[in-house]
């Protein structure tokens, strides 16, 4: 299968690459893959919305953007933040234009929110499941575009690069080019190659990496594996946002229910075992401190008292306005037989977001030619240390434009240029191999990946959690190695499947995040080590 563009993810960022490529070239043929239904992504679970200055009377850019570097403790690229504070406002009008709605006040201006480290009310969002809202809008654009298909269901397995047509590649190799990707395809079963000339990776985040995540069960970090299988780069991954409050439900680990921060933007306060509103004694902006400081005053609320939960008190709020703003979070406390009126929320924090991964110029390019990175998935250096509340989906809106505005000079360059694409092949010529699996067999025992998948959430929780120290990574590595030998000497011979290819990302990622949390000796935003609690010199990035 040949295709001119290629986008793998159907969250934010894939979508809106996809409707603006569609767009601006209707006789090109845009392909986006999805591993599972089309709206199953990160996006369709956003609640609390998305940042940017709408009221600039009391808000402005700059207070946007140093409430940004100030979550990001140090290691933001300011440059960066100013693009996505700045160009955030036009995309949202856009995504307005292409049919999401934002709730509005009584006056017919927007509600807006807050969240923790914001410093004014800036957050839009459709009652608390915002994502839904705009993965809807985005998805009923899309199909009304007819050069654009979707190709749900379909598994990839690996970008192609020179390395599949017989050339050696290394970390060193100059200009690696993408041709396109090996894809699983779980209707027929067949593993197909797809090659394009522009590939777009929207593959989202990789919560699913820890026991207890907010994430759904297709955040297995695939792109960010891919491209360090290819030799690509990857940066900051020590930075995993763990979320302060995610409900707490005995049992229930895999994709835990998210209580949104705008519930404490609206007034809920956080209380220990003994009704004690702790967070006073952790930092003077309370309840709405960034992140990082939240969940770890919460980790340390349930170590002290030995609990596995705290509450977020919303006893005192209306009824009426809680069930306005927030229906989905009040439906669902009251069919676990919590009336919010009268009891508190468990809560436990449970890992979230990824503030690194695959590493991005300003325009969205990996440092695999022919290839861009947006949303989760991408380091674009807008986070730093700690990502901000409601900045993702704006990221994600704003690379996926810049994407697009590169690949569109990118095509311009390759009319005027008489060679390939390639110096090695044509894209979609019949040199790309089929994918090889001569010799492998259909998987005789399950047990062996479902177990390794399990020993790998305990052990990221456990010892590569909200906080570390020395002896912890050092396990944690002793561990991943074990399960990396013993899962690669099951892929040579079994046929491939999701569930080994998730293991197998999934063991990647957490490499990528123990060897970065081992280089990164401080404390700093969410990568809190004991063995270092201060903040070193070290501005820099962690790039492997
Ligand atoms: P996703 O939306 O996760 O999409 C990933 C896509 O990649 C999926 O279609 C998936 O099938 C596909 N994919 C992955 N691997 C493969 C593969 N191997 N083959 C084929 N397809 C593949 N951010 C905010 O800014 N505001 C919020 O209020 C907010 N709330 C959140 C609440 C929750 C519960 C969660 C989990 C996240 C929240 N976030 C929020 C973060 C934000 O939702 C995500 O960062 C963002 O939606 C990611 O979008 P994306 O397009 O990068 O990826
Ligand atoms: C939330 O609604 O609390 C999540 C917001 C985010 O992750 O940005």
């Given at each position: 299968m040949q295709t001119d563009f290629l986008v793998i993810g159907s969250g934010i960022a894939g979508l809106t690459y996809a409707l603006k490529v569609a767009n601006a070239y209707p006789d090109k043929t845009i392909t986006v893959i999805t591993k599972t239904q089309s709206d199953e992504t990160n996006t369709k679970y956003a609640q609390g919305g998305i940042a940017a200055v709408m009221d600039f009377d009391k808000d402005s850019f700059n207070k946007h953007i140093e409430d940004t570097l100030i979550a990001g403790d140090g290691l933001c690229n300011r440059e960066v933040v100013e693009i996505v504070v700045k160009e955030g406002v036009e995309r949202i009008q856009e995504i307005i234009e292409w049919g999401a709605q934002f709730d509005k006040d009584r006056d017919g201006e927007f509600s807006l929110g807050r969240e923790g480290g914001h410093s004014e009310f800036r957050i839009l969002h459709h009652k608390d499941v915002t994502g839904k809202e705009m993965e809807r809008a985005l998805l009923e654009t899309i199909n009304r575009l007819p050069n654009i298909r979707i190709l749900s269901h379909c598994?990839?397995?690996?970008?192609?690069?020179?390395?599949?047509?017989?050339?050696?590649?290394?970390?060193?190799?100059?200009?690696?080019?993408?041709?396109?990707?090996y894809v699983l395809n779980l209707n027929s079963q067949k593993i197909e190659?797809?090659?394009?000339?522009?590939?777009?990776?929207?593959?989202?985040?990789?919560?699913?990496?820890?026991?207890?995540?907010?994430?759904?069960?297709?955040?297995?970090g695939d792109g960010v594996a891919m491209v360090y299988r290819a030799k690509g780069r990857i940066e900051n991954m020590e930075f995993i946002q763990f979320h302060p409050t995610a409900l707490y439900e005995p049992g229930v680990r895999g994709h835990s229910f998210l209580i949104t921060?705008?519930?404490?933007?609206?007034?809920?306060?956080?209380?220990?075992?003994?009704?004690?509103?702790?967070?006073?004694?952790?930092?003077?902006?309370?309840?709405?401190?960034?992140?990082?400081?939240?969940?770890?005053?919460?980790?340390?609320?349930?170590k002290v008292n030995g609990t596995e939960h705290v509450y977020l008190d919303c006893r005192h709020f209306s009824k009426e306005k809680f069930i306005e703003?927030?229906?989905?979070?009040?439906?669902?406390?009251?069919?676990?037989?919590?009336?919010?009126q009268q009891q508190m929320i468990p809560v436990a924090p449970a890992a979230h977001y990824s503030c690194g991964?695959?590493?991005?110029?300003?325009?969205?390019?990996?440092?695999?030619?022919?290839?861009?990175?947006?949303?989760e998935c991408a380091s674009t250096g807008l986070h730093g240390a700690n990502r901000l509340a409601s900045n993702s989906l704006l990221e994600a809106m704003v690379f996926a434009h810049r994407a697009y505005q590169h690949s569109v000079i990118a095509i311009n360059e390759s009319k005027q240029s008489t060679s390939s694409f390639s110096k090695y092949l044509k894209v979609g010529s019949a040199?790309?191999?089929?994918?090889?699996?001569?010799?492998?067999?259909?998987?005789?025992?399950?047990i062996l990946i479902t177990q390794s998948v399990k020993e790998l959430k305990l052990l990221m929780s456990d010892y590569v959690g909200i906080v570390r120290n020395n002896e912890r990574l050092f396990?944690?590595?002793?561990?991943?190695?074990?399960?990396?030998?013993?899962?690669?000497?099951?892929?040579?011979?079994?046929?491939?499947?999701?569930?080994?290819?998730?293991?197998?990302?999934?063991?990647?990622?957490?490499?990528?995040?123990?060897?970065?949390?081992?280089?990164?000796?401080?404390?700093?935003?969410?990568?809190?080590?004991?063995?270092y609690p201060s903040r070193s010199e070290m501005t820099q990035n962690i790039v492997l």
């Open positions: 598994f990839v397995l690996d970008i192609i690069t020179q390395h599949h047509v017989g050339f050696l590649v290394t970390k060193s190799t100059p200009d690696i080019e993408c041709y396109g990707v190659k797809i090659s394009s000339n522009l590939t777009l990776l929207a593959t989202g985040g990789n919560g699913q990496v820890y026991r207890t995540t907010t994430n759904p069960a297709i955040a297995t921060e705008a519930v404490r933007g609206d007034g809920g306060i956080l209380r220990n075992q003994d009704g004690e509103a702790f967070m006073e004694r952790y930092d003077e902006r309370k309840d709405l401190a960034p992140r990082d400081i939240v969940a770890r005053a919460i980790d340390n609320e349930m703003h927030f229906p989905n979070i009040y439906e669902k406390c009251l069919s676990i037989g919590i009336d919010i991964g695959i590493k991005t110029d300003e325009w969205g390019r990996t440092s695999i030619k022919n290839l861009y990175a947006a949303g040199e790309i191999p089929n994918w090889k699996s001569e010799g492998t067999n259909v998987p005789k025992e399950m396990r944690a590595m002793k561990r991943i190695d074990l399960l990396y030998e013993e899962t690669e000497a099951l892929y040579e011979k079994t046929s491939v499947s999701p569930q080994l290819c998730e293991l197998r990302n999934m063991i990647t990622v957490a490499y990528l995040i123990v060897k970065c949390a081992d280089f990164r000796q401080e404390s700093r935003g969410l990568h809190f080590n004991t063995d």
